[in-house]
């Protein structure tokens, strides 16, 4: 059951509801509905009177299974990560390399991204590896280094973390925590990071359909954390001559689905640095709220997933086009005309 509140409703009426479904030993947690007013999530239908309160908007018995995931009774969202709003007017780029190799190195990247226009710095200090003995990252010390690169750039930090006892050891260091594809489904890590504090980024597993990706988005949310953001990254498919098939469908529809942001990542979702940039644009054109790359100074000598990183001036090559892209577009659908920051920044691309 989901239980809509009005903006102005009185404080008592939440606490009502929320008295009620304890006392019935029924479980209930609330989000904000966008709008100003809360949507109370319920595990089981409440008592006709027992939602006879002011301020109580509509009760909805009939929902999808992912709730507080759904768009049904709500608008989309905005999530913050330090000043970066990702779902906000324009598209958000973040980029970095696929793992943190030291610190000098990071800091190049990080200084090299920020000069090609990233809004946010990507980097693993664990890394899931699909042979043992391949590097797997620096650990905290990589942590530390994505710290010093955000305290020189300014750039908000998001990182992979792979474990719950990890979790509040990665919040410390990071703005954003990341659950890779391999670790959609690790419902113990989803409920941990879903009461870390942090925004989260779901990257959807490369065997998951839509609907399974927002049932683990459901599980973040319902642990408290409203600051999800799906990430498409591909499909496994039978074509040995691309990593994955990127899933453009995913976008459009997840969008319809839920309330989420979703961002895609063009780099996994190929495997190829060749056609990195055109999917990129490929997933601002489906709607994407943003973008995930894996950048390098030296493309060629990254240790972690080298054939599929491009270099900074092809990320300044992807944001120019893509800002635009954007813009024809955000015009076309509805004559919105880019204003403010992101107007200049267009310019300054141009």
């Known amino acids: 059951m989901i239980v809509t509140i009005a903006a102005d409703a009185p404080a008592a009426t939440g606490t009502a509801i929320f008295a009620a479904a304890a006392a019935a030993g029924i479980g209930a947690r609330g989000t904000a509905d966008g709008r100003g007013g809360t949507l109370v999530g319920l595990d089981a239908p409440l008592p006709p009177d ?104 300014g750039l908000p930090v998001v990182t992979e973390v792979l474990e719950p006892d990890q979790v509040e050891l990665v919040a410390e260091y990071a703005d954003m925590l990341q659950i890779g594809s391999r670790n959609m489904a690790n419902f113990p890590l989803l409920r941990r990071v879903g009461r870390s504090g942090r925004p989260v980024l779901l990257k959807r597993g490369f065997s998951a359909t839509v609907e399974e990706w927002l049932m683990s988005a459901e599980y973040i949310l319902a642990s408290g954390n409203p600051d999800v953001v799906l990430c498409e990254r591909g499909l496994r498919g039978f074509d040995p001559l691309v990593r994955f098939n990127l899933d453009l469908n995913a976008v459009p529809l997840a969008k319809e689905l839920s309330h989420l942001p979703v961002v895609v990542d063009p780099s996994h979702g190929t495997g190829k640095r060749t056609l990195v940039g055109r999917m990129a644009l490929a997933g601002l054109a489906a709607g994407a709220d943003g973008l995930i790359i894996e950048v390098h100074p030296t493309p060629e000598t990254a240790r972690c997933d080298a054939s599929q990183t491009i270099s900074p001036a092809e990320l300044a090559s992807i944001r120019r086009r893509g800002l635009a892209l954007h813009a024809a577009l955000t015009e076309e ?18």
């Not at 768009?71 to 970066?84: A, L, M």
């Open 50 to 153: 027992a939602l006879m309160l002011p301020g109580v908007d509509a009760v909805h018995r009939e929902h999808k299974p992912y709730m507080l995931a759904s768009r049904e009774h709500r608008g989309p969202s905005v999530v913050r990560v330090g000043d970066v709003a990702i779902g906000g007017p324009r598209p958000v780029l973040m980029a970095g390399p696929c793992v943190v190799e030291g610190k000098e190195e990071l800091l190049a990247a990080a200084e090299a991204v920020r000069a090609a226009g990233a809004d946010m710095l990507r980097g693993g200090a664990y890394k899931p590896r699909t042979s043992p003995y391949a590097f797997q990252g620096l650990g905290e010390e990589g942590l530390r280094h994505l710290a010093a690169a955000r305290a020189a750039t």
């Open 333 to 350: 659908s509805d004559d919105v005309v880019l204003t403010g920051t992101g107007a200049g920044e267009l310019a300054r691309s141009a």
